[in-house]
């Protein structure tokens, strides 16, 4: 019988979790659009079901049900380690694949896929409280020891993998992250009262929000813009808000919450300027759509970002001087280095090639075949 390939979604769940979950999402879109998803055996849990087969309509979906009275890390251990053992025999898979860190704790005895995604509790251990460390530490140990493969996604997050853990590097394969080109080419632009700028994933604090909300506030007397934020405040952001009121900004800089992928389309066409002042990206998935949106795109120097968006945006540095960021904002908005549409059309055109979903899901297809476990 010929074997298929496994796919790991359980960690995808009503509550969305930023650029992760989405690679997830266009991995799976992108194996539906190049037709290949009949080849596919998809795991999720059982309250996404529907969503995840609606997403890839012509794969098997499976639901894994584990104990709900369970923490989700607890949760997640506990059915990758003894629940997919199991399906994996019984829908003969020859491989499969983990998007996400924390893959089990067992070998499968079929070759095994894990996508990291990024190592910054690591290699940026002062950003993060001592038990974050530990856990990411933990599950790492287990995900490179026990998988076959490790996923970096960009050329920057494959040094830092090698460099940390030199002891697997001959296990990685370099794939960057899939996005959905097509969408945030066809947006309509998002119509307001006001022009405004723009900037997503605003609930961690390595995404230096705060520079961007203080070079604003420096720059507003001289621009009409509005400043949307969009994302979800989590505890350790909750102080943009709080910074936000006491300065008396509400009426320029707006929370929007999470938005779902269409109206984020939407929104991002329609921006004057997307900016991304983080201080850590693995990959920068925001930078892209907003440059596959044929938005100017302003960013940091940092991390993977200049290779992302193959120097082909706006970038500003020191990353934490608020000062720079508004000088870059206004050449950009009011001064001599804005871009032409044309401009903007190449820079999209050239993004599309490189990481459309179509384009990501085949490459991670015809990785997965070579290393897959052949007729049984």
Request: proline fraction near 4%; hydrophobic fraction near 40%; glycine fraction near 6%.
């Given at each position: 019988m010929k074997t298929k390939i496994g796919y790991d979604a359980t960690a995808i769940t009503k509550v969305h979790d930023?650029?992760?979950?989405?690679?997830?999402?266009?991995?799976?879109?992108?194996?539906?659009?190049?037709?290949?998803?009949?080849e596919l055996v998809v795991f999720c849990i059982p309250e996404m079901k529907e969503y995840v087969s609606a997403l890839i309509p012509n794969a098997l979906v499976v639901p894994i049900a584990a104990r709900k009275m369970w923490k989700k890390t607890i949760?997640?251990?506990w059915t990758r380690t003894l629940l997919?053992?199991?399906?994996?025999?019984?829908?003969?898979?020859?491989?499969?694949?983990?998007?996400?860190?924390?893959?089990?704790?067992?070998?499968?005895?079929?070759?095994?896929?894990v996508v990291p995604h990024d190592i910054q509790t690591q290699t940026h251990k002062g950003r993060f409280p001592l038990r974050t460390r530990a856990l990411a530490a933990f599950f790492y140990h287990f995900d490179f020891r026990l998988r076959d493969?490790?996923?970096?996604?960009?050329?920057?997050?494959?040094?830092?993998?090698?460099?940390?853990?030199?002891?697997?590097?001959?296990?990685?394969?370099?794939?960057?992250?899939?996005?959905?080109?097509?969408?945030?080419?066809?947006?309509?632009?998002?119509?307001?009262?006001?022009?405004?700028?723009?900037?997503?994933?605003?609930?961690?604090?390595?995404?230096?929000?705060?520079?961007?909300?203080?070079?604003?506030?420096?720059?507003?007397?001289?621009?009409?813009?509005d400043l949307y934020l969009i994302g979800r405040i989590k505890p350790e952001t909750a102080f943009l808000s709080t910074y936000v009121r006491e300065r008396d900004l509400s009426d320029r800089v707006k929370f929007l919450g999470f938005v779902e992928d269409e109206r984020l389309a939407g929104v991002l066409k329609g921006s004057a300027l997307y900016v991304n002042p983080s201080l850590f990206e693995g990959f920068g998935m925001t930078?892209?759509?907003?440059?596959?949106?044929?938005?100017?795109?302003?960013?940091?120097?940092?991390s993977a970002v200049p290779e992302v968006t193959m120097g082909l945006c706006h970038y500003y540095e020191p990353a934490?001087?608020?000062?720079?960021?508004?000088?870059?904002?206004?050449a950009v908005l009011i001064g001599e280095k804005g871009n032409t549409t044309d401009e903007l059309k190449l820079i999209a055109e050239k993004l599309k090639n490189r990481y459309d979903y179509a384009v990501i899901a085949k490459q991670y297809y015809d990785f997965l075949l070579s290393i897959k476990k052949g007729e049984k």
């Open positions: 930023g650029g992760k979950d989405q690679v997830s999402i266009n991995l799976l879109r992108g194996f539906e659009k190049n037709g290949l998803s009949e949760r997640d251990i997919l053992q199991n399906l994996i025999k019984r829908h003969h898979l020859g491989v499969l694949l983990f998007p996400m860190s924390n893959t089990g704790l067992r070998h499968f005895g079929i070759p095994t896929v493969w490790i996923i970096a996604i960009s050329g920057f997050d494959q040094k830092e993998l090698e460099e940390t853990y030199p002891a697997y590097s001959s296990k990685i394969v370099q794939i960057y992250n899939p996005i959905r080109a097509d969408i945030f080419q066809a947006a309509e632009g998002y119509k307001a009262d006001r022009p405004y700028i723009t900037a997503i994933n605003i609930q961690h604090r390595h995404k230096n929000v705060i520079t961007l909300i203080k070079a604003f506030e420096r720059l507003k007397d001289q621009i009409p813009h930078a892209v759509e907003a440059m596959l949106s044929k938005v100017p795109t302003l960013t940091t120097l940092l934490e001087d608020s000062e720079a960021l508004a000088a870059a904002m206004a």
